[in-house]
């Protein structure tokens, strides 16, 4: 089955940092961009983060520039956001999503996303 598992967020005080995984299964990410978005209640969905998956090229929301990282690890076909310096208003369920057709921060440009990882930031 093709899928992708988001996992990592959780609680946290304003400051603080968390580390989020978007592992596939049933496929790999060759070729692909990976996106991370987040959405919070009564919101659109955002974009956070991307990365390609060839050229390690790195893409941020002005937002979370300096406080957000996002890498991969080929061999476990794995993304990560780092994230730093977290703030209140970071909380959101967060997504990774697969993009083979550019458009990097439009999310109806993805084609397979996870199940989301809530990051709750508390001030």
């Given amino acids: 089955e093709v899928q992708l598992q988001a996992s990592g967020g959780g609680l946290v005080q304003a400051g603080g940092s968390l580390r989020l995984s978007c592992a596939a299964s049933g496929f790999t990410f060759d070729d692909y961009a990976i996106g991370w978005f987040r959405q919070a ?14 050229f390690d090229n790195t893409y941020y929301a002005d937002s979370v520039k300096g406080r957000f990282t996002i890498s991969k690890d080929n061999a476990k076909n794995t993304v ?25 921060t439009t999310p109806t440009m993805y084609d397979l996303w996870g199940q989301g990882t809530q990051v709750t930031v508390s001030s």
Wanted: proline fraction near 5%; charge should be neutral.
């Fill in 41 to 54: 209640p009564g919101k659109e969905r955002e974009f956070v983060s991307g990365i390609t998956w060839s």
């Fill in 80 to 104: 990560y956001l780092q994230m730093h310096n977290l703030k209140p208003e970071d909380t959101a369920i967060y997504y990774c999503g697969v993009n083979t057709r550019g458009g990097l």
